[in-house]
């Protein structure tokens, strides 16, 4: 089992993570990974399947600086945010400075107009280096239950 | 509604009322998703072995299609003869036979009644009457047409053979992309909050695609003047969209972009997502295809897919994304594949406005009364053209759906 401060600390980013894309701060969300990381965004259809296409994936942080760009400067789409609930936060391991986490997440998305609805349901699968000065992802994988998107996907999850 | 009448001005205008009427919903099912059109219902790889089946859907109308056991290809209609429930509501499935869940009557795998539960009775009472006759209870079915590895089916007996209903121009853009063994990569089931025809005219509109979709142009990884067309088939109904982007210029200009920084500052910080590859070696670097009604083939760079378009009433829409390869691809064309599917998709860099600029159309039809949109750019035509700022496509889409319709 991990220890109490390994579970802080993997909290401490998830939290962190979740503050940064639901306060509109998308650029700080490449931070929070590797040089080289793997960042997807698939449905639990696929990966269950082991079907290798998602919605998003990336390969280095570079890919997700260019997702933010986009975003920010190419890209049309209805303003929104979204607010991320993140629970059950299970240590499975950790090994050569490298903890193996799952956890699920929540996610409600609020259009400009003031609608809210339930965007997206899931688990995060982390492979997270603990071994800097803070905890980053090498892997996120998120898997979401929900199978159908509604209208398209934006902001990263 | 009362009957609606097309404005005088022809191809050239579309009445907004085709997109809110629930009456005219109807009437797309019986006359056009279940009249003389091919509808696009699963790809062969999907059905591998014998016994293989899976529900999809013409239209809104739910169908299973099947392998069977001498390996030829059947679908019929969704619902069992008996009581009308779903037969296959998980999806996928694998039998010798279907059978339904309520009263288990059973079906062969072309939607013929193999068996009636209790059909004598029980203790000699109850039962089915003497008279009743298997034979005449069978399922709906579909006639089924494999083409380059995609299987379509019709309800209708008037529908021309498939490859008559393509056309050779259209026959042939298949067959450029589904011209060797495919893999399978992903699917994205994607709603729309809109009328199915608005994404169908979308996906024809190729005068869009420099003004709404900014991704290229803002990285600068685009030309806008680079050779293309659009080819519009004898019914209209379909289409095929293509550019090429000279792949030299374009990793000069992506090079370019990454060295120096553009005017506006913008530049990819890891351009790995477009360093695709010519795998066809004719240069076209987007190829859109479409078959009328609802039924899309996409490269886009590496990536691709199939689109299938189903209505969900009137202003609902579920678009599904089936993403392949093909089986002999070395890993670097493997990973590019995943990296383009970046572009597209409900979250793609090309693609992600397409899901919202329906429903943005949908959102405002109130207030509309008879009023039409206009459709004019490239002429009152509805033929091929070699420029993409036109819209013959969508005024393509309009001559066969007024065809089917009798509008």
């Given at each position: 089992?991990a220890?109490?401060?390994?579970q802080?600390?993997v909290e401490r980013l998830l939290a962190r993570y979740v503050a940064?894309i639901d306060?509109?701060?998308?650029?700080?969300w490449?931070?929070y990974f590797?040089?080289?990381c793997r960042y997807q965004i698939i449905s639990r259809e696929n990966h269950e399947k082991g079907l290798p296409i998602g919605v998003f994936y990336a390969?280095?942080?570079?890919?997700?600086?260019?997702?933010?760009?986009?975003?920010?400067?190419?890209?049309?789409?209805?303003?929104?945010?979204y607010r991320h609930l993140v629970s059950a936060t299970l240590i499975d391991q950790v090994?050569?400075?490298v903890a193996m986490v799952r956890s699920n997440y929540l996610v409600l998305r609020?259009?400009?107009?003031?609608?809210?609805?339930v965007f997206s349901a899931g688990r995060y699968l982390d492979r997270i280096?603990?071994?800097?000065?803070?905890p980053l992802f090498q892997e996120r994988i998120v898997v979401f239950d929900n199978k159908r998107i509604d209208?398209?996907l934006?902001i990263p999850l | 509604?009362?009957?609606?009448?097309?404005?005088?001005?022809?191809?050239?205008?579309?009445?907004?009322?085709?997109?809110?009427?629930?009456?005219?919903?109807?009437?797309?099912?019986?006359?056009?998703?279940?009249?003389?059109?091919?509808?696009?219902?699963?790809?062969?790889?999907?059905?591998?072995?014998?016994?293989?089946?899976?529900?999809?859907?013409?239209?809104?109308?739910?169908?299973?299609?099947?392998?069977?056991?001498?390996?030829?290809?059947?679908?019929?209609?969704?619902?069992?003869?008996?009581?009308?429930?779903?037969?296959?509501?998980?999806?996928?499935?694998?039998?010798?036979?279907?059978?339904?869940?309520?009263?288990?009557?059973?079906?062969?795998?072309?939607?013929?009644?193999?068996?009636?539960?209790?059909?004598?009775?029980?203790?000699?009472?109850?039962?089915?009457?003497?008279?009743?006759?298997?034979?005449?209870?069978?399922?709906?079915?579909?006639?089924?047409?494999?083409?380059?590895?995609?299987?379509?089916?019709?309800?209708?007996?008037?529908?021309?053979?498939?490859?008559?209903?393509?056309?050779?121009?259209?026959?042939?853009?298949?067959?450029?992309?589904?011209?060797?063994?495919?893999?399978?990569?992903g699917y994205n089931h994607?709603?729309?909050?809109?009328?199915?025809?608005?994404?169908?005219?979308?996906?024809?509109?190729?005068?869009?695609?420099?003004?709404?979709?900014?991704?290229?142009?803002?990285?600068?990884?685009?030309?806008?003047?680079?050779?293309?067309?659009?080819?519009?088939?004898?019914?209209?109904?379909?289409?095929?969209?293509?550019?090429?982007?000279?792949?030299?210029?374009?990793?000069?200009?992506?090079?370019?972009?990454?060295?120096?920084?553009?005017?506006?500052?913008?530049?990819?910080?890891?351009?790995?997502?477009?360093?695709?590859?010519?795998?066809?070696?004719?240069?076209?670097?987007?190829?859109?295809?479409?078959?009328?009604?609802?039924?899309?083939?996409?490269?886009?760079?590496?990536?691709?897919?199939?689109?299938?378009?189903?209505?969900?009433?009137?202003?609902?829409?579920?678009?599904?994304?089936?993403?392949?390869?093909?089986?002999?691809?070395?890993?670097?064309?493997?990973?590019?594949?995943?990296?383009?599917?970046?572009?597209?998709?409900p979250g793609?860099?090309?693609?992600?406005?397409?899901?919202?600029?329906?429903?943005?159309?949908?959102?405002?039809?109130?207030?509309?009364?008879?009023?039409?949109?206009?459709?004019?750019?490239?002429?009152?035509?509805?033929?091929?053209?070699?420029?993409?700022?036109?819209?013959?496509?969508?005024?393509?889409?309009?001559?066969?759906?007024?065809?089917?319709?009798?509008?």
């Amino acid at each position: 089992m991990a220890d109490i401060a390994t579970q802080l600390a993997v909290e401490r980013l998830l939290a962190r993570y979740v503050a940064s894309i639901d306060e509109d701060r998308l650029e700080e969300w490449p931070g929070y990974f590797t040089e080289t990381c793997r960042y997807q965004i698939i449905s639990r259809e696929n990966h269950e399947k082991g079907l290798p296409i998602g919605v998003f994936y990336a390969d280095s942080r570079g890919m997700l600086q260019d997702r933010v760009a986009a975003l920010r400067e190419a890209n049309i789409y209805e303003a929104q945010r979204y607010r991320h609930l993140v629970s059950a936060t299970l240590i499975d391991q950790v090994s050569d400075g490298v903890a193996m986490v799952r956890s699920n997440y929540l996610v409600l998305r609020i259009m400009q107009d003031g609608v809210l609805s339930v965007f997206s349901a899931g688990r995060y699968l982390d492979r997270i280096e603990l071994s800097g000065a803070e905890p980053l992802f090498q892997e996120r994988i998120v898997v979401f239950d929900n199978k159908r998107i509604d209208t398209l996907l934006a902001i990263p999850l | 509604m009362a009957e609606l009448a097309w404005p005088r001005e022809g191809l050239t205008r579309v009445p907004y009322a085709v997109y809110a009427d629930a009456d005219l919903y109807v009437r797309e099912r019986q006359q056009l998703f279940m009249g003389a059109t091919w509808n696009f219902l699963c790809l062969e790889i999907e059905l591998p072995n014998p016994g293989d089946y899976r529900a999809t859907f013409v239209g809104d109308v739910p169908v299973i299609v099947a392998r069977d056991w001498d390996g030829s290809l059947g679908a019929f209609e969704n619902r069992c003869a008996h009581r009308g429930a779903l037969l296959c509501f998980n999806g996928t499935g694998h039998g010798r036979e279907i059978r339904c869940v309520y009263h288990n009557w059973t079906y062969d795998l072309k939607g013929r009644l193999t068996g009636v539960a209790f059909r004598r009775g029980i203790a000699g009472k109850g039962g089915m009457p003497a008279d009743f006759d298997p034979v005449h209870h069978n399922i709906r079915a579909l006639r089924v047409e494999s083409f380059a590895g995609i299987v379509f089916g019709t309800f209708s007996a008037a529908a021309p053979p498939l490859e008559t209903y393509l056309g050779p121009d259209i026959a042939t853009r298949i067959h450029r992309v589904m011209r060797k063994p495919i893999v399978l990569l992903g699917y994205n089931h994607q709603l729309l909050p809109s009328n199915w025809k608005l994404y169908v005219e979308n996906v024809r509109d190729s005068y869009h695609a420099s003004l709404l979709h900014l991704f290229f142009t803002t990285f600068r990884l685009n030309r806008l003047s680079q050779e293309g067309g659009i080819i519009v088939d004898e019914s209209g109904g379909h289409h095929v969209s293509y550019s090429k982007m000279a792949t030299d210029r374009q990793s000069a200009d992506y090079d370019g972009a990454a060295l120096r920084a553009t005017r506006e500052g913008y530049r990819l910080a890891d351009p790995s997502l477009i360093a695709g590859r010519d795998e066809f070696g004719d240069g076209i670097t987007l190829q859109i295809l479409s078959v009328f009604p609802g039924f899309v083939l996409q490269q886009i760079q590496n990536s691709l897919a199939v689109r299938q378009v189903l209505p969900k009433g009137v202003g609902d829409t579920e678009l599904v994304w089936t993403y392949f390869a093909y089986g002999d691809d070395d890993d670097a064309l493997r990973r590019m594949r995943m990296k383009q599917a970046n572009l597209v998709g409900p979250g793609g860099y090309v693609s992600m406005e397409d899901g919202a600029v329906g429903g943005f159309i949908q959102r405002a039809l109130a207030g509309a009364g008879e009023a039409s949109s206009v459709v004019a750019m490239g002429g009152a035509e509805a033929t091929s053209q070699e420029t993409r700022a036109t819209e013959a496509a969508v005024r393509g889409f309009w001559k066969a759906y007024r065809a089917h319709m009798d509008l």
